[in-house]
């Protein structure tokens, strides 16, 4: 699954995905999912139409924002990880150093090191709920207490078995395209898994 | 006798049923005409000041409190203000670029014989009809090649040229309908070219080229294929693109998300009410002309 | 040449050089490169002669679907959308009680961005919250959940009807028209005995027969042209049943870069365009007096 530009998905892999994405349109979401975007999915789960919304941590704070929530509602949510021990991993911002002389680009490496640090990892955990990058940050306490689901989640997640990563950034963009537009068709049953996977297909081998 | 009389009747009896028809219908016609007109965008406006829970909940009440968080929020949502920015300066440039010069080459089409007048006129007239879609490609590689991708200069220059073929054909039957003497005199007491068209016939024209500037103003403000495809950074982006900062992971609330598409289109309908009579009459003096 | 002569060329010189520079190169560079495989950023063309014509018309099952949907909507928007806009404009010539008002209305979703008419329409026809859904609700289903833009047998019909039914634009040229007929042909009418309906039928329309064509034109060409609001609501899903040529072509030009190719669809679009309009002309026997 780890190869750039994917030319094939009709492997049993993406069978095998492309059958659980179905099962998932067909018995257990909104009407509204199939050509919705991030704003649908939020707004089911944050008005209890949703029971499960797979997300990550940043989600957490608009548990409690009242424009986006009702009163009450972080207290009502619990984490887990996906079903076979696996975690997204949602990888944080790169950076490149373009300083010219050595001067900036040793000041660059110590600014970096210092947004790094496990101080500014624990910072940005406490104040907007970033995960931690680093598996061996030892949380304190008082702010395991105040952000309790985060510190489920991190632990649950310290222990999962996969990591999946953004994939996604490695297919053609055409065949992206052409998995949104052919999502109804597999969500309504107009397409088998196989019929969705050939689409695909072709659709990759579109670019040389 | 008799038998005329009735069907006399009759006939006024059924040019009276007809007449009930059509004006039921017409009655009823108008109704569903301003209902699909303005329903969406007054339902879009209440629902800027409600809360996603009341807009999911009970969409078509009313807003329990009139807060304008949604408008506050999509300031910091996008970068609005920089979006109106840029969409004022590139809309007004390129209308005064667009009715200068065009209006321009009206006048001396609609005035002067030359040789290759017509052919200029018709292949000018072409690009009323070409579908402007099919130039995405080339029209993208000249503006790279000339050093104006992601420029408002670059937007400026090719909504300048999208309002080409409207603007051409208004001014040219507006200059058209302006008595020829107006001029002549001008000529006569020895004006020069240039100081006749700026002093004697732009003021006698100001209509047609009033009119032809809100067309290509809500032309460029209202534009967005070639807005997404010729920008790419928030520096030069308009006031259409702006909208599709409002469905992503961070920004997902729909309260913001109608504040925005308010005050997207508020623009657009203002300019129009207030300049409506002007365009509607303009459009007239055009199309009576063919 | 003389001093006139040389206002007259500066004066036409810089509509000629925008025109040369965004239309008539664009337009050659279209044709030219739909000759040629020509894909990617390297810039690298090779000549291939007809071959992208050739895949395009046997088998591009995409550019199939995409052109039939294309000349459907011609076909709708030429007929029923300058029906609705010609009776509209028929009504208000009576100029009854606040007709100003329906006129404005109707122009309302033609002056605002498509790009936000795009967003409005996507919410009204949200299946949970939106307005359509609402309404039914109230006045009858109460189950109703379609998901109208994304439904296999609803995307069509809702795509259609974000352009179908807003004629705001023919209503006001249409309507320009009626009233620049003189009064005393309706006197004539009227004394005559001929009813409103009849007044209408027999004696405005054929009047009207110029901005008419006029009108199709205009609504048939747009359909060579609509993008918005297709890019912002199905993106010419589900599958391929809201697809039409100028979202193939952004789609094959800006996500596959396969600029040869999507030139080809271009170099269709134009002949399209130009079909279209000797056709109408020569239906409406366009630009010829009445007599």
Known sequence: ?208 | MRSLATKKNYKSEKIRGIRIFTSSFSILFQLIIVAISILPIVWIFFSSFKTNGEILNSSLSLPKHWNFYGYINAFKISPLHKFYANSIIIAVTSTILNVFFVGMASYVIARFNFKFKKVILITLSLSLFLPMTSLIHPVYMTINKIGLYDTKAGLILVYTALGLPTTLFLLNSYFLSIPKDIEEAAYIDGAGFFRTFIQIIVPVARPGFATAAVLQFLLSWNEFLYAIVLTNSKENRTIPVALSYFTSQFSFNYTSLFAAIVMVSLPSIILFALMQEQVVSSLTAGSVKG | MNRKGFWIALFLMPTILIFLLIYAVPVFTVVFTSFFDYRGFSGRMTFIGLINYIQLFTSDSSFKKALGNTLIWILLQSTVHVAIGTILALILAKKRFGWKFVRTSYMIPNIISASALGVIFLNVFNPTYGIVNSIIKIFGNKNINTNWFFDYNTAFFTVTITWLIYAGLITILVLAEIMSIPESVFEAAKIDGASDFKINIYIILPMLRNILATCVILAATSMLKEFELIFLTTKGGPADLTLNLPLYLYKTALIENNFGYANTIGTVLIIMGVITIALVTKLFKFGESDV
């Open chain 1, 1 to 208: 699954m780890n190869t750039t530009n994917i030319k094939d998905f009709t492997t049993p892999e993406f069978i095998d995905a492309f059958t659980k994405i179905q099962k998932m349109f067909k018995e257990y979401t909104t009407t509204d999912a199939v050509g919705g975007k991030y704003e649908n999915g939020a707004n089911n789960f944050l008005s209890e139409k949703t029971a499960m919304i797979a997300n990550g941590p940043w989600m957490i704070s608009d548990f409690q924002d009242p424009t986006k929530a009702p009163a009450g509602f972080i207290d009502k949510v619990g984490a887990a990880i996906f079903p076979g021990q696996g975690v997204f991993d949602a990888p944080m911002l790169g950076f490149f150093i373009a300083s010219k002389d050595k001067e900036h680009a040793d000041a660059t490496v110590t600014l970096l090191k210092y947004l790094t640090s496990k101080e500014v990892q624990l910072r940005g955990l406490e104040m907007v709920g970033t995960m931690p990058a680093s598996t061996n940050i030892e949380i304190p306490q008082e702010v395991a207490n105040k952000h309790p689901l985060i510190t489920e989640l991190i632990k649950l997640a310290n222990g999962a078995k996969y990591k999946y990563n953004n994939y996604q950034g490695l297919w053609y963009p055409n065949t992206l395209d052409t998995l949104s537009t052919n999502y109804p068709a597999l969500a309504l049953n107009k397409m088998t898994p196989q019929e969705f996977a050939k689409k695909l297909t072709e659709a990759a081998n579109k670019n040389k």
